[in-house]
């Protein structure tokens, strides 16, 4: 069983939209959670961490964790084309997700 | 500031070579952590260090694979007698506290070194 698991996508969708990215992890006595995105052919960039239950925003950009369920996710608001990357969930230091392959088309 | 450095950005060796790939951390952070991310996949742990030791090792896929780190300032990551499914981007990342730390263990990623065995 992978201890983090996202699904692959590719997800699409319009300009203007809400992206929903979702992540579950299999440790329950993770404290630490990050969302990166990385572009093609670009090495991973951090954009948000979360380390206690509920909702982090950050610009267009809201983190929510559930510990209970062992989930987090990411919801971009007002998609942009310049959104359009790979967002890779990372549970503690090293456990990294696949990644979701995000398309945001004009 | 001054982010993560590696170097060189292409490495392009014959099978059977060994190579050295170097890695500059952000100026002050403990932990630093090598990757392999090959094209089209995921991330893929290599070794962890805490300082100028390796806590966690596991990922190193072969003995061939080795890496060191002075203080808590350059590490090096060798392979030995490369192989063709050794191409790949290898990325280095620090953090300023490392594993265990809420609020001190987000990463910092390098611009990777590509490599290719041919």
């Known amino acids: 069983q992978k201890e983090v698991e996202q699904n692959s996508g590719p997800l699409s969708v319009p300009e203007g939209a809400i992206a929903s990215l979702n992540c579950t992890y299999s440790?329950?006595?993770?404290?630490?959670f990050f969302w990166y995105r990385q572009y093609s052919g670009k090495s991973p960039e951090l954009i948000m961490s979360i380390y206690s239950n509920g909702d982090k925003e950050d610009g267009r950009f809201t983190a929510q964790l559930n510990k209970a369920s062992q989930y987090v996710s990411l919801l971009i608001r007002d998609s942009q084309p310049s959104d359009s990357a790979t967002y890779l969930c990372a549970v503690e230091d090293m456990r990294f997700g696949a990644g979701t392959r995000l398309t945001v088309k004009p | 500031g001054a982010g993560v450095s590696q170097s060189p950005s292409n490495k392009v060796t014959e099978k059977g070579k060994d190579v050295e790939l170097r890695c500059d951390p952000i100026?002050?952070?403990?932990?630093l952590y090598w990757y392999r991310q090959r094209l089209g996949q995921g991330l893929e742990f290599l070794i962890y260090f805490q300082g100028n030791s390796a806590p966690d090792k596991s990922g190193l896929p072969s003995d061939r694979f080795s890496a060191e780190r002075t203080g808590e300032s350059v590490s090096t990551l060798t392979i030995q007698r490369t192989q063709q499914e050794d191409s790949a981007v290898y990325l280095c990342?620090?953090?300023?506290?490392?594993?265990?730390?809420?609020?001190?263990?987000?990463?910092?990623f390098g611009p990777g070194t590509r490599l290719t065995v041919t």
């Open positions: 990342a620090s953090s300023p506290l490392g594993y265990g730390t809420s609020g001190g263990n987000e990463q910092y």
């Open positions: 440790d329950r006595v993770s404290q630490s």
């Open positions: 100026s002050g952070h403990t932990a």
